[in-house]
């Protein structure tokens, strides 16, 4: 019986042998490594749990508020750059509601607009910007009168580039504020402050000197010639 059992050991322990040196040389599976250790498992996993939770930033927008003088025109409140074909955006202006297309501005004053870019696999993109429309100035032409005392009335000056809308006050020598232009007679020197509101314009408000200057006397003399 002994004999037997050293048989088979002798036969059965080379085989055995390169079993063991086969599965150690040989390189295992990852399951089958992951399965043993358990911590690669948890480091993999941890790992793509990271990258799975990371979003991008939106880095290529750009925005430019809108500053220009007032003109009349409606003007669009902001630029908007590096927006993709695929991106979202909406678009609110102050209190109101969102849109999809860029708001226009005509009035003077500062406004907000509030920008949001929405793309997949980003972080939404959101930003608010301050667009501007200024007041221009009012342009006018006034000329001063200026001439000899005839004994009549004379507007005081004359103004061009006035609208029909403009409220316009005029002073005389600094009295009470009159609608309608001063009226002038006697030689002297006149100061006429000029002062016009407008819509969406900066006040205007400019002095001027009219001048009448005194009547030059002509005497004619006749001379007769004596007979004595």
Do not use: W
Not at 101 to 130: A, F, H, N
């Amino acid at each position: 019986m002994n004999r037997i059992k050293k048989n088979l050991l002798t036969k059965i322990l080379p085989t055995i042998l390169i079993v063991v040196l086969v599965f150690n040389i040989m390189p295992m599976p990852n399951d089958m490594v992951y399965a043993q250790t358990g911590e690669e498992t948890d480091d993999e996993n941890q790992d793509d749990n990271t990258l799975g939770d990371e979003t991008l930033e939106i880095t290529d927008i750009s925005v430019t508020a809108t500053s220009e003088y007032y003109d009349g025109e409606e003007h669009p409140a902001a630029e908007v750059t590096g927006l993709l074909e695929d991106d979202v955006v909406t678009y609110q202006l102050g209190d109101g509601e969102e849109q999809d297309e860029m708001p226009t501005i005509c009035e003077v004053g500062q406004y907000s607009l509030t920008v949001k870019v929405e793309r997949d696999g980003y972080t939404p993109y959101e930003t608010t910007v301050t667009p501007e429309i200024k007041a221009n100035d009012i342009s006018l032409t006034v000329t001063p009168y200026e001439d000899e005392y005839d004994g009549e009335e004379h507007d005081a000056l004359t103004i061009e580039g006035l609208l029909e809308d403009d409220t316009v006050e005029y002073f005389l020598n600094s009295g009470e504020a009159t609608s309608d232009i001063p009226k002038i007679k006697n030689a002297d020197n006149y100061t006429i402050t000029v002062s016009v509101k407008r819509a969406n314009h900066n006040d205007y408000e400019e002095t001027f000197t009219a001048k009448i200057t005194p009547a030059t006397i002509r005497v004619r003399c006749r001379f007769i010639k004596s007979s004595t």
